[in-house]
């Protein structure tokens, strides 16, 4: 069967390898001259399986004044003259219940554990290069109340299977002796070892040549879609500028761009941007910088090493789709390592980046079919699209072959009477057989 995906970040990518891998053949359109320019560009690079609560969380509610008159807060909501906005704040508000942000978290995870495997399978099966390591993640506490919250909350995630210990200040030194200097500001710090880092733009292009040698994925760039044709229950094609792409069948994994793209067809997505920022700083030694992805939770700033850089990332601001780069947010990013890395000394080259993350209320993607028979969506992973790619590509694929997927995927389907199992699927005749 001849699938079109349109988007080429790595939800896109992840989605065109498993369905070449059971045998379609893929044509993919991106409106960017290079694939992975857009979110998956320089994303925090963590791996964070076992660290997907969603934003939406009991918390926000005393939060709330610093969310909406903080400048430099972690969390920014600045409103708009957008009833998309509104509406898309209502529903995260009304999923900020203890009840539904676990229920949440406990999606996330099946989510997140299925993508590690598949990761690690695809990762050693194909030979990619992407700066791909088994770093554990340690997530650092500077006060003692946040300390005391995440010790209450240790044997809850271990239930949920993942790997946790807490740690005192000199332990977590011990264990990143980048950390010394600034040692008697750590109250403590909760290590998970099964974590891992990777660069995200790499893992695109590794993707891209893996696919590209495949002979059966053919890539369009600086091809933007204009138009979902649709007739009945079926989408019928899709126009560009350089004329009319036809399939079978068609996946959507647009990112941000996706709910302009799925309107005119009667598909309100639920989703809206959230706009991250990262540096990368280039390290004169890697001993300068962490060994270990580090978390530092009281400003929710992440720290990746990589190769020979570190990548720092951090803030949400929920303000519309501005993609240019306020200057005082990169600044707060150098700060923060200067105030935690100060052996890092050398700022000269820092390449500074923001980007839109695709987020839903929920903080779960949308995965799966729709009410056109040919048309599957893989949206609204929000900052956890590059931790759960891999699960829901091999997800959609599975789906759009016919096949039941290996996790659950409730919550994730757009309408729930379409779950997988209650609707009829294609089933192409060429389908290869996966493990």
């Known amino acids: 069967m001849k ?37 998956s560009r320089a994303n925090g690079s963590q791996l964070s399986y076992s660290y997907v609560a969603p934003l939406a969380s009991p918390s926000v509610f005393a939060e709330l004044p ?36 676990s229920i949440t978290t406990q999606r996330l995870l099946e989510l997140s554990f299925y993508s590690r495997k598949l990761v690690q399978e695809v990762a050693a099966k194909e030979g990619l290069s992407f700066s791909y390591r088994k770093t554990g993640k340690l997530v650092l506490y500077t006060n003692e109340k946040g300390w005391q919250s995440a010790l209450s909350q240790l044997d809850y995630q271990k239930s ?40 995200c733009y790499r893992l695109c292009l590794e993707l891209k040549r893996v696919l590209a040698a495949s002979g059966k994925f053919t890539c369009l760039e600086e091809t933007a879609v204009t138009r979902i044709r649709s007739l ?35 598909i309100d997505l639920p989703i809206y941007p959230l706009r991250g920022y990262s540096v990368t700083i280039p390290l004169a030694s890697p001993e300068d910088g962490p060994r270990l992805s580090i978390t530092d939770y009281n400003n929710k700033i992440v720290y990746a090493p990589l190769g020979g850089a570190l990548r720092v990332a ?6 519309g789709d501005d993609r240019s780069i306020a200057e005082d947010r990169i600044e707060s990013l150098l700060s923060a390592v200067r105030d935690t890395f100060p052996r890092i000394a050398d700022f000269s080259r820092v390449q500074p980046w923001c980007g839109l993350r695709p ?46 997927p290996k996790i659950s995927l409730d919550g994730m389907v757009l309408d729930e009477s379409l779950r997988p199992g209650r609707v009829a699927a294609l089933r192409p005749q060429s389908a290869m057989q996966m493990g």
């Open 232 to 266: 009945n229950n079926r989408i019928i094609g899709l126009e560009t500028a350089n004329g009319v792409v036809d399939g079978d069948a068609y996946v959507l994994a647009a990112g941000i761009d996706s709910r302009n793209l799925a309107l005119p067809i009667g």
């Open 314 to 319: 951090g803030f949400v601001e929920i303000g």
């Open 66 to 101: 610093s969310l909406l008159l903080k400048r430099d807060a972690p969390v920014r909501v600045r409103p708009q003259f957008d009833p998309h906005q509104w509406r898309w704040l209502i529903s995260f508000l009304r999923a900020c219940s203890k009840r539904q942000s």
């Open 160 to 199: 949920l299977g993942c790997e946790q210990e807490a740690l005192d200040a000199e332990t977590c030194c011990r264990l990143d002796p980048s950390l010394r200097d600034i040692e008697s500001r750590i109250a403590g710090g909760i290590f998970t070892p099964s974590e891992e880092t990777a660069d």
């Open 359 to 404: 987020a839903t209320p929920l903080g779960t993607p949308i995965v799966g079919p729709t009410r056109y028979t040919n048309f599957f969506l893989n949206v609204g992973h929000g900052a956890l699209g590059f931790t759960l790619a891999m699960g829901s590509g091999r997800a959609v694929a599975d789906i759009l072959s016919g096949r039941e």
């Open 3 to 39: 699938v079109v995906v349109i988007g080429g970040g790595v939800i896109g990518l992840c989605t065109a390898y498993f369905l070449v891998r059971q045998g379609h053949d893929v044509i993919m359109l991106d409106r960017a001259r290079d694939l992975g320019s857009g979110a």
